[in-house]
């Protein structure tokens, strides 16, 4: 997920591709790119370039595909009839920090929603859909194993300690999220290029989803959308939006080869920074859902149907 001075980037490339759609604009058809998982389109610059060739697109099994502004690019989807699993590391310090309750929560209950449901007009080679069902299957801590500056390396060497060490079970039909305490910096980019990213490594020898996410509280301008949450944890309520954009991400385009549209950007990005909708907690927060007992401000998703379009819930 892009930081917020990146929304006019996000928001014009949104642009492009309906109006691409809509056959009034011409879209430079010497540029291809890939997803990152980071957020922004990483330029395709020869045939083969990120295991992604040139031309590689295919029509979307189920009718949709580009004429809905994303496309199915081949690869493998989160379509596990049971739902996709979801693993929290607790990276640092969250003593004395509701993060854990409220992210805890939303883990337990986006699964069901109608807004994960945005997520079931997609699908794999074989046109089997992406199920609304997401299931919470635990946490642990890690106290700083890889110090305060992570680099990407080391955030994947959080995930596999977890794994490899039997503390979180080896799981390929997960995301692992690794949510990082304010005091920690992840030195390939967060609060300057991005906000959280996913991403897929080998780990004990299987194809392992996981997930950075970092506290907006150490730059609140560049990674929360506003400074007071409706849960009363502005970082937490921020991470809330960012998990959720990682997660319908990761469900789409698990190993980056999946779900995106023709500048890199998968569903999550072609909303990202919109909510739609909103209405004002007793606290003065600004939410648009409500999950479980709780509520939520969280970025808008591409619904793959009717065209494409963002929304809180279909
Ligand atoms: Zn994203």
Request: hydrophobic content about 35%; charged content about 15%; glycine content about 14%.
């Given at each position: 997920?892009?930081?917020?001075?990146?929304?006019?980037?996000?928001?014009?490339?949104?642009?492009?591709?309906?109006?691409?759609?809509?056959?009034?604009?011409?879209?430079?058809?010497?540029?291809?790119?890939?997803?990152?998982?980071?957020g922004?389109g990483?330029?395709?610059?020869?045939?083969?370039?990120?295991?992604?060739?040139?031309?590689?697109?295919?029509?979307g099994?189920?009718?949709?595909?580009?004429?809905?502004?994303?496309?199915?690019?081949?690869?493998?989807?989160?379509?596990?009839?049971?739902?996709t699993?979801?693993?929290?590391?607790?990276?640092?310090?969250?003593?004395?920090?509701?993060?854990?309750t409220?992210?805890?929560?939303?883990?337990?209950?986006?699964?069901?929603?109608?807004?994960?449901?945005i997520?079931?007009?997609?699908?794999?080679?074989a046109?089997?859909?992406?199920?609304?069902?997401?299931?919470?299957?635990?946490?642990?801590n890690?106290?700083?194993?890889?110090?305060?500056?992570?680099?990407?390396?080391?955030?994947?060497?959080?995930?596999?300690?977890?794994?490899?060490?039997?503390?979180?079970?080896?799981?390929?039909?997960?995301?692992?999220?690794?949510?990082?305490?304010?005091?920690?910096?992840?030195?390939?980019?967060?609060?300057?290029?991005?906000?959280?990213w996913?991403?897929?490594?080998t780990?004990?020898?299987?194809?392992?989803?996981?997930?950075?996410?970092?506290?907006?509280?150490?730059?609140?301008?560049?990674?929360?959308?506003?400074?007071?949450?409706?849960?009363?944890?502005?970082?937490?309520?921020?991470?809330?939006?960012?998990?959720?954009h990682?997660?319908?991400?990761?469900?789409?385009?698990?190993?980056?080869?999946?779900?995106?549209?023709?500048?890199?950007?998968?569903?999550?990005?072609?909303?990202?920074?919109?909510?739609?909708?909103?209405?004002?907690?007793?606290?003065?927060?600004?939410?648009?859902?409500?999950?479980?007992?709780?509520?939520?401000?969280?970025?808008?998703?591409?619904?793959?149907?009717?065209?494409?379009?963002?929304a809180?819930?279909?």
């Amino acid at each position: 997920m892009q930081v917020k001075k990146h929304w006019a980037v996000a928001a014009s490339a949104l642009l492009a591709a309906a109006a691409a759609h809509a056959g009034t604009v011409k879209v430079d058809e010497d540029a291809e790119f890939s997803p990152t998982g980071k957020g922004w389109g990483e330029l395709v610059n020869s045939p083969g370039a990120n295991g992604h060739a040139r031309g590689a697109a295919k029509p979307g099994g189920g009718g949709g595909g580009a004429s809905n502004g994303i496309n199915y690019n081949g690869g493998p989807v989160m379509t596990n009839v049971n739902g996709t699993n979801i693993y929290y590391i607790w990276y640092g310090n969250w003593s004395s920090n509701t993060a854990p309750t409220i992210l805890t929560d939303l883990a337990n209950h986006i699964g069901g929603s109608p807004y994960f449901n945005i997520n079931t007009t997609y699908y794999d080679k074989a046109g089997t859909k992406v199920t609304n069902r997401i299931n919470y299957l635990g946490s642990t801590n890690d106290a700083y194993s890889q110090g305060t500056a992570l680099s990407d390396a080391a955030i994947q060497a959080v995930v596999s300690k977890a794994i490899t060490g039997g503390v979180l079970p080896k799981d390929t039909n997960a995301v692992y999220f690794v949510l990082t305490s304010a005091d920690v910096n992840a030195t390939s980019g967060f609060c300057t290029q991005y906000c959280g990213w996913h991403t897929h490594g080998t780990i004990g020898g299987s194809d392992i989803k996981y997930s950075f996410v970092g506290n907006p509280d150490r730059c609140p301008s560049a990674c929360a959308a506003q400074t007071n949450g409706p849960n009363g944890n502005a970082g937490a309520d921020g991470m809330a939006s960012i998990i959720s954009h990682e997660l319908e991400e990761a469900v789409t385009d698990p190993d980056l080869n999946a779900w995106f549209d023709r500048r890199g950007m998968e569903n999550a990005d072609k909303c990202a920074w919109t909510f739609g909708t909103e209405s004002t907690a007793s606290n003065g927060a600004k939410y648009n859902m409500t999950l479980g007992t709780r509520n939520f401000l969280i970025q808008q998703n591409w619904v793959n149907a009717s065209g494409g379009f963002c929304a809180e819930a279909f």
